[in-house]
């Protein structure tokens, strides 16, 4: 064997050895404002823990909402390099497939976001949401996982007790499934802009709103003018998602890539359970002040809010193959779970 190839097999050992150990930096734009809990919780706490566990080898850099591309754009950018991935919500790319506001958030179907973590996790979500990525843009993007951050709760001006008193209640919603659910179950949706809200509820024009976890009602100032908070929430617990430029992705070692899918879960699991910390925290301070009445709907009342829901996903399931796909997944994990018969 001659020097010369000795040599050249030694630099080829060097280079790829350094491409190895290279730093790689991980520009994922979110779902998310600068300012909000979960964007600095995740920024500040948790970003910094990826390069620990990796040595310093992968570096995560976040930038919030529509602050690179408009936050429906996100694949594009991820696939055209403009970002490394995502970090965002699914119900967000609705537009291209109905598939996606079963997996973005199925309406009234659980009852905690440890449900939705478990579905996500281990229940078939994220190969749910892989495949259905595979199929709007084939070869693109790696789903590293899905994950809810909070059960969102709801404000009303008036007592909403039971499914029956939803009757007639104008309630802002966004379109799509939300405000079918709240339509079949009486209500009448209103579309509207969040920064809305809190005039629209002062004037009366609506009596409830499906707005956000209980503690961002709160710190909004909703509850100044919405006395009847529902708590725990009845209907949303939006679903965000990791994804990797797949070309990005399979250039990680295996232990990178382990390590990235260990963060992103511990990362979303400490998320929910600091906004549920808030979230207690809050409803006890409110409760015990005696100005706010936040309502708790027993078991049997969600179960017919969830009845009613089903006949939703139906319909949005029956728009495409893959939102019918999406929506078996769910009710394969619901039925394990005694969530559905």
Same mark, same amino acid.
């Given at each position: 064997?001659?020097?010369?190839?000795?040599?050249?097999?030694?630099?080829?050992?060097?280079? #790829?050895?350094? %491409? =190895?150990?290279?730093?790689?930096? *991980?520009?994922?734009?979110?779902?998310?404002? +600068?300012? /909000?809990?979960?964007?600095?919780?995740?920024?500040?706490?948790?970003?910094?823990?990826?390069s620990a566990m990796t040595g310093g080898e992968v570096k995560l850099e976040f930038t919030p909402i529509n602050s690179i591309v408009d936050r429906s754009d996100t694949p594009e950018a991820v696939m055209g390099g403009v970002?490394?991935?995502?970090?965002?919500?699914?119900?967000?790319?609705?537009?291209?497939?109905?598939?996606?506001?079963?997996?973005?958030?199925?309406?009234?179907?659980?009852?905690?976001?440890?449900?939705?973590?478990?579905?996500?996790?281990?229940?078939?979500?994220?190969?749910?949401?892989?495949?259905?990525?595979?199929?709007?843009?084939?070869?693109?993007?790696?789903? #590293?996982?899905? %994950? =809810?951050?909070?059960?969102?709760? *709801?404000?009303?001006?008036?007592?909403?007790? +039971?499914? /029956?008193?939803?009757?007639?209640?104008?309630?802002?919603?966004?379109?799509?499934?939300?405000?079918?659910?709240?339509?079949?179950?009486?209500?009448?949706?209103?579309?509207?802009?969040?920064?809305?809200?809190?005039?629209?509820?002062?004037?009366?024009?609506?009596?409830?709103?499906?707005?956000?976890?209980?503690?961002?009602?709160?710190?909004?100032?909703?509850?100044?003018?919405?006395?009847?908070?529902?708590?725990?929430?009845?209907?949303?617990?939006?679903?965000?998602?990791?994804?990797?430029?797949?070309?990005?992705?399979?250039?990680?070692?295996?232990?990178?890539?382990?390590?990235?899918?260990?963060?992103?879960?511990?990362?979303?699991?400490?998320?929910?359970?600091?906004?549920?910390?808030?979230?207690?925290?809050?409803?006890?301070?409110?409760?015990?002040?005696?100005?706010?009445?936040?309502?708790?709907?027993?078991?049997?009342e969600r179960d017919k809010f969830r009845a009613i829901a089903v006949e939703a996903w139906e319909e949005t399931a029956d728009k495409s193959p893959e939102a019918r796909a999406a929506l078996e997944a769910h009710y394969a994990?619901?039925?394990?779970?005694?969530?559905?018969?």
């Amino acid at each position: 064997m001659s020097l010369k190839f000795l040599s050249a097999s030694a630099l080829s050992v060097a280079l #790829v050895a350094g %491409a =190895a150990s290279a730093e790689t930096v *991980l520009k994922l734009q979110t779902s998310t404002q +600068s300012g /909000a809990f979960e964007y600095t919780y995740v920024a500040e706490t948790w970003g910094p823990k990826l390069s620990a566990m990796t040595g310093g080898e992968v570096k995560l850099e976040f930038t919030p909402i529509n602050s690179i591309v408009d936050r429906s754009d996100t694949p594009e950018a991820v696939m055209g390099g403009v970002l490394q991935g995502d970090l965002t919500a699914v119900s967000y790319f609705t537009g291209r497939n109905p598939a996606y506001a079963i997996l973005g958030d199925l309406i009234a179907g659980y009852d905690s976001v440890d449900q939705v973590q478990t579905f996500c996790r281990h229940g078939g979500g994220r190969d749910a949401l892989q495949a259905l990525w595979d199929s709007v843009l084939p070869g693109a993007l790696h789903v #590293v996982g899905c %994950a =809810a951050a909070s059960k969102e709760a *709801l404000v009303a001006k008036v007592p909403i007790n +039971s499914v /029956a008193d939803l009757e007639g209640v104008k309630i802002r919603s966004p379109s799509g499934l939300a405000a079918t659910v709240f339509q079949k179950a009486g209500a009448a949706p209103v579309s509207m802009s969040l920064s809305d809200v809190f005039t629209s509820l002062e004037k009366g024009v609506i009596d409830a709103a499906d707005a956000s976890a209980y503690i961002n009602n709160s710190t909004s100032g909703f509850h100044q003018v919405a006395t009847y908070p529902l708590y725990p929430g009845i209907h949303s617990m939006a679903v965000r998602q990791m994804t990797i430029n797949k070309g990005v992705w399979d250039g990680l070692t295996p232990d990178q890539q382990t390590a990235v899918e260990v963060w992103f879960y511990a990362a979303y699991d400490d998320v929910r359970r600091q906004l549920d910390l808030q979230d207690r925290a809050q409803v006890a301070e409110d409760t015990a002040g005696g100005e706010i009445t936040v309502i708790d709907w027993p078991q049997e009342e969600r179960d017919k809010f969830r009845a009613i829901a089903v006949e939703a996903w139906e319909e949005t399931a029956d728009k495409s193959p893959e939102a019918r796909a999406a929506l078996e997944a769910h009710y394969a994990y619901m039925r394990s779970i005694g969530l559905l018969k």
